[in-house]
T-cell receptor, first 111, second 112 residues
């Protein structure tokens, strides 16, 4: 079983739609949860960083962590064409510097 | 603050050669991690250096090695290149605690 599973998509939505991106993980020792956005031919850019279960909001982005289900989500409200990118979930154990990444979901927001 | 910089941005090598990639972390960051990104395997952790010492290592063969200098700059080396080493190599830096990592733009290596 892979440590992190992420639906690769691709996902295509109209501008203004609410986007839901999800990952599941297998090891309950993971404590840190991140979402990165990666544009074509660029390095990943950190979007959200959470430690505990619950929701964290930043502008149009909301990260949700459910440790009991080992499930993390990223919601994008009022999606824009500039949100078109690959979204990667990443998790880490406490005290470990190694990030374990999902394969990424490619999102296209159509004007 | 300047971000993480990586050089070169693009590299073409042939099988059997070796290659050295360079990473300059964000000023004040002492931890540097390296990742390999391929379409098939996604982003995979190679190793992490902190204060010139390798602190973590991923599941890659010994052909992949790295080092960190006293100014926190890091290099990774791949010897005896194979076609499967073609990938985007990403460097990420952080201050050293359990905070998050910031990535550079990557070096795209093509092995012919």
């Amino acid at each position: 079983q892979k440590e992190v599973e992420q639906d690769p998509g691709p996902l295509s939505v109209p501008e203004g739609a609410i986007v839901s991106l999800n990952c599941t993980y297998s090891n309950s020792a993971f404590q840190y949860f991140m979402w990165y956005r990666q544009y074509s031919r660029k390095g990943p850019e950190l979007l959200m960083y959470t430690y505990s279960s619950g929701n964290k909001e930043d502008g149009r982005f909301t990260a949700q962590v459910d440790k009991s289900s080992k499930y993390i989500s990223l919601f994008i409200r009022d999606s824009q064409p500039s949100d078109s990118a690959t979204y990667l979930c990443a998790i880490a154990q406490g005290g470990s510097e190694k990030l374990v990444f999902g394969k990424g979901t490619k999102l296209t927001v159509n004007p | 603050k300047a971000g993480v910089t990586q050089t070169p941005r693009y590299l073409i090598k042939t099988r059997g050669q070796q290659v050295t990639l360079s990473c300059s972390p964000i000023s004040g960051h002492r931890s540097v991690s390296w990742y390999q990104q391929t379409p098939g395997q996604g982003l995979q952790f190679l190793f992490e250096y902190f204060s010139e010492t390798q602190r973590n290592k991923g599941n890659f063969p010994g052909r992949f090695s790295g080092r960190q200098f006293s100014n926190s700059r890091s290099e990774m080396n791949v010897s005896t290149l194979e076609l499967g080493d073609s990938a985007l190599y990403l460097c990420a830096s952080k201050t050293g605690g359990t905070d998050t990592q910031y990535f550079g733009p990557g070096t795209r290596l093509t092995v012919l």
